[in-house]
């Protein structure tokens, strides 16, 4: 069965500093997308980044960066030189590869971020 | 291009009485996804549609929930009866390839 564990309940930061958010993942496949997504207490889903499970290469976007170690079956996230916008929940979330399209997503129960000037 | 629509944002009723959402996919996107997220948790797949045939629907409660795609574009969901515990934000979700676009919810509230 799938299943993604955010074992980070709540964080709090100062501004500026750098904090990561860690995602462990379970599936039998082996082939699944994994994703994280940002939601602002407006409630709306914002979808920041998808990986195949063939692609172990980490990658960085801004001050985003995420780190993906199949090993481990972690798809962890950090945001360098936090800032008070990146106050959100983030989830990451787990989907099956069938038929050609991507399946239903399996979101973890989220890490509510506080970041305070 | 316009996302996901969803409507209406927020509904308020008392248990037992009947609620419907609806949603209107992004344009062209084959897929369709309700998902209903629980306060203090991630969003749960409730039904997945492909044009207007139904994908998944194991954890859809089908006593008191249904769901349908007529036409394969626009989607309503119904509740009837309604639990206390279906309170929750009803997400729909729609995607063409691999990436799955949300609106922006409906807040249920049963009193």
């Known amino acids: 069965a799938q299943k993604v564990t955010q074992a980070q309940t709540e964080i709090s930061v100062v501004e500026k500093e750098d904090v990561t958010l860690d995602c462990v993942y379970e599936?039998?496949?082996?082939?699944?997308?994994l994703f994280w997504y940002k939601q602002p207490p407006s409630g709306e889903l914002v979808f920041l980044i998808r990986r195949n499970s063939f692609d172990e290469q980490n990658e960085i976007s801004g001050r985003y960066s995420w780190n993906f170690q199949k090993s481990t079956s972690s798809f962890n996230f950090t945001i360098t030189a936090s800032q008070v916008v990146d106050s959100a929940v983030y989830f990451c979330a787990l989907s099956e590869h069938y038929g050609g399209s991507q399946g239903n997503l399996i979101f973890g129960k989220g890490t509510k971020l506080s970041v305070k000037p | 291009e316009a996302g996901v629509a969803q409507s209406p944002r927020y509904k308020i009723i008392e248990k037992r009485q009947s609620v419907a959402f609806w949603c209107n996919p992004i344009s062209g996107h084959a897929t369709l996804y309700w998902y209903q997220q629980i306060l203090g948790q991630g969003p749960k797949l409730l039904i997945q549609?492909?044009?207007?045939?139904?994908?998944?629907d194991s954890q859809l409660p089908k006593d008191r929930f249904s769901a349908e795609r007529l036409k394969g574009v626009d989607s309503t969901l119904k509740i009837q009866p309604a639990k206390l515990e279906d309170s929750a934000v009803y997400l729909c979700a729609s995607s063409q390839h691999n990436e799955q676009f949300f609106g922006p919810g409906t807040r249920l509230t049963v009193l």
């Open positions: 549609f492909q044009n207007n045939g139904v994908v998944d």
């Open positions: 599936t039998r496949d082996t082939t699944y997308y």
